[in-house]
Nanobody
């Protein structure tokens, strides 16, 4: 089974940028949905962006549009989340996730059965 490992989080000032990486170890990520979620203290986990690695179709949440970009590097079995113009409200633990099988992406975290350990993003004003 694939395992996911995130990296790239950190502390930045508002307006700054970070690039998160999600490396898939094990099975290739071809024809899978890879999603980025985030969870802030006291809030529900929400989808930030997702990509279906088969045809490369992407989704970004409204709050992410124009600021965040999801992409993949199949040769490196890696999905990236480039974040720019960061705001304090973007502070959260960011997770990447996938689900077994050739299934479409979903906004529901409960349908994803493989999760990374998370990476902390802190944006100061």
């Amino acid at each position: 089974q694939v395992q996911l490992v995130e990296s790239g989080g950190g502390s930045v000032q508002a307006g700054g940028s970070l690039r998160l990486s999600c490396v898939a170890n094990g099975d290739p990520i071809s024809r899978k949905c890879i999603a980025w979620f985030r969870q802030a203290p006291g809030k529900e986990r929400e989808r930030v962006a997702s990509i279906y690695t088969g045809h490369g179709g992407t989704y970004e949440a409204d709050f992410a549009k124009g600021r965040f970009t999801i992409s993949q590097d199949k040769a490196k079995n890696t999905v990236y989340l480039q974040m720019s113009s960061l705001k304090p409200e973007d502070s959260a633990i960011y997770y990447c996730a996938t689900r077994d099988g050739d299934l479409p992406c979903s906004p529901l975290p409960q349908v994803y059965n493989v999760w990374g350990q998370g990476t902390q993003v802190t944006v100061s004003s």
